[in-house]
């Protein structure tokens, strides 16, 4: 039974190769990569940008998770990573579920993670100097929906912890209905924005929806050689 369960969850173990740094050794050599111009001539405003998005994913708990998982073998890093991102997917629809909205410690806790995966998709794009190849591009996009409904849950909490809307929600359901429907630009005009904060909220997810399905599904889809993220054949 127990390989079995290894066969499931980590896959052909003799084909992976094991990475030369850990995952936080790796992401301050990307950061040192950038500040010497190792693999783009950049400058001013766009070096800036670069380094505080390779800089800012030391400030959240994923780069520390998977080195905490590479201890244990570095086989388990991807699978702590998915467990991670599946806990994030959760987390805003327990807090819609069970009404705790009111509570601004665990709404703090949930924008928190959030900005981990806001900022996480640019830095891929961006930042990705020293980023290597994943191990597979099907298990990037479905990552990457998955962090798409994560945004759609965190969303439908924000929108529910005020009056921002036309009408209060009857249902845990209709926060993520109108999340959902105002990413993609739909607007039935059953609920819409009448408060700044609501409007202010919705530009935002907005702008992130075309960031996410515009930009790095294109990004993806495309396989774009950038220096980094694709080019590096060895796992990190």
């Given at each position: 039974?127990?390989?079995?369960?290894?066969?499931?969850?980590?896959?052909?173990?003799?084909?992976?190769?094991?990475?030369?740094?850990?995952?936080?050794?790796?992401?301050?050599?990307?950061?040192?990569?950038?500040?010497?111009?190792?693999?783009?001539?950049?400058?001013?405003?766009?070096k800036?940008?670069?380094?505080?998005?390779?800089?800012?994913q030391?400030?959240?708990?994923?780069?520390?998770i998977?080195?905490?998982?590479?201890?244990?073998?570095?086989?388990?890093?991807?699978?702590?990573?998915?467990?991670?991102?599946?806990?994030?997917?959760?987390?805003?629809?327990?807090?819609?579920?069970?009404?705790?909205?009111?509570?601004?410690?665990?709404?703090?806790?949930?924008?928190?993670?959030?900005?981990?995966?806001?900022?996480?998709?640019?830095?891929?794009?961006?930042?990705?100097?020293?980023?290597?190849k994943?191990?597979?591009?099907?298990?990037?996009?479905?990552?990457?929906?998955?962090?798409?409904?994560?945004?759609?849950?965190?969303?439908?909490?924000?929108?529910?912890?005020?009056?921002?809307?036309?009408?209060?929600f009857?249902?845990?359901?209709?926060?993520?209905?109108?999340?959902?429907?105002?990413?993609?630009?739909i607007?039935?005009?059953?609920?819409?924005?009448?408060?700044?904060?609501?409007?202010?909220?919705?530009?935002?997810?907005?702008?992130?929806?075309?960031?996410?399905?515009?930009?790095?599904?294109?990004?993806?889809?495309?396989?774009?050689?950038?220096?980094?993220?694709?080019?590096i054949?060895?796992?990190?």
């Amino acid at each position: 039974m127990n390989s079995i369960l290894k066969k499931l969850f980590l896959g052909n173990l003799s084909k992976i190769p094991k990475p030369e740094y850990n995952p936080v050794q790796k992401r301050i050599m990307n950061i040192k990569a950038i500040w010497n111009n190792n693999h783009q001539d950049d400058n001013g405003i766009e070096k800036i940008v670069r380094l505080f998005l390779s800089t800012s994913q030391l400030l959240f708990p994923g780069v520390y998770i998977k080195y905490l998982a590479s201890l244990k073998g570095y086989e388990y890093r991807d699978l702590a990573l998915d467990f991670y991102v599946l806990l994030k997917v959760s987390f805003p629809l327990l807090i819609l579920i069970y009404h705790c909205q009111s509570n601004q410690y665990v709404i703090w806790i949930m924008i928190y993670v959030l900005l981990e995966t806001v900022l996480y998709i640019p830095t891929l794009i961006f930042a990705s100097d020293m980023f290597s190849k994943p191990r597979s591009y099907k298990r990037s996009m479905l990552l990457l929906f998955l962090n798409y409904i994560e945004i759609i849950f965190s969303f439908g909490v924000l929108y529910s912890c005020g009056n921002y809307l036309n009408q209060p929600f009857n249902h845990w359901f209709d926060a993520i209905y109108f999340s959902t429907i105002n990413s993609a630009s739909i607007g039935y005009g059953d609920y819409f924005p009448v408060t700044t904060i609501g409007k202010v909220l919705a530009t935002i997810q907005a702008f992130l929806f075309l960031i996410f399905v515009v930009l790095f599904l294109n990004f993806f889809s495309t396989k774009i050689k950038s220096k980094g993220y694709f080019d590096i054949e060895n796992e990190s």
